[in-house]
């Protein structure tokens, strides 16, 4: 029975610690957005690594996300995600390796994987506490908020006010 009471501490504690990091996710993708692409780069490195492993030793783990999943996925877990969770799951870690290297791009790619995870976190929101539940609608906010920053921007931002500076100095020298 203790074993049984230490396995809900930790799981309550991943639990928390994930809500919390997407707290901080929240923060730092304005104050800190290196560090929050990095992080991010981190959680879906390791999410298509962990996945990639699972659908190919255990595939059959992701039937127990039906037990906190909303009405409409349990009924897709259970029925037809049966016969194809290897293949299904294995597709999702591609796309979870690709939004992870979209982290460390520029540019439309950068904007593209943004996209990209706010959707696939959207999606997986609805599986609850096996998603850690707000976790992804934290995280998903989190990439918003990056993708609006500088830093998410192309790698030749353009300043429209030091051009219209520069365009105005330039008409002024040659009209002198």
């Not at 901080?24 to 992080?39: G, N, Q, T, Y």
């Not at 780069?41 to 595939?59: C, E, Q, V």
């Not at 877990?77 to 982290?103: E, H, N, R, S």
């Not at 030749?156 to 100095?169: A, E, L």
Request: hydrophobic letters at 55%.
């Amino acid at each position: 029975m203790d074993s049984i009471k230490f396995f809900d501490m930790v799981s309550w504690g991943f639990y928390l610690s994930c809500n919390a990091l997407a707290i901080f996710l929240i923060w730092a993708s304005k104050s800190r957005p290196a560090l929050a692409r990095l992080i991010l780069m981190l959680i879906f490195l390791f999410a298509a690594g962990f996945n990639a492993y699972t659908a190919l030793d255990a595939p059959w783990n992701y039937q127990d996300f039906a037990g906190s999943a909303m009405p409409i996925y349990k009924r897709f877990i259970l029925g037809a995600f049966i016969p194809i969770i290897t293949p299904m799951v294995l597709t999702i870690a591609i796309c979870q390796l690709l939004i992870a290297l979209a982290m460390t791009a520029r540019g439309e790619l950068f904007q593209a994987g943004c996209w990209a995870g706010i959707v696939f976190l959207v999606a997986i929101a609805p599986l609850g506490l096996y998603a850690a539940f707000p976790m992804p609608l934290l995280l998903a906010w989190a990439i918003l908020r990056l993708l609006r920053t500088d830093s998410g921007r192309s790698s030749h931002p353009i300043d429209t006010k030091s051009v219209k500076s520069k365009n105005k100095h330039h008409v002024q020298h040659i009209q002198n």
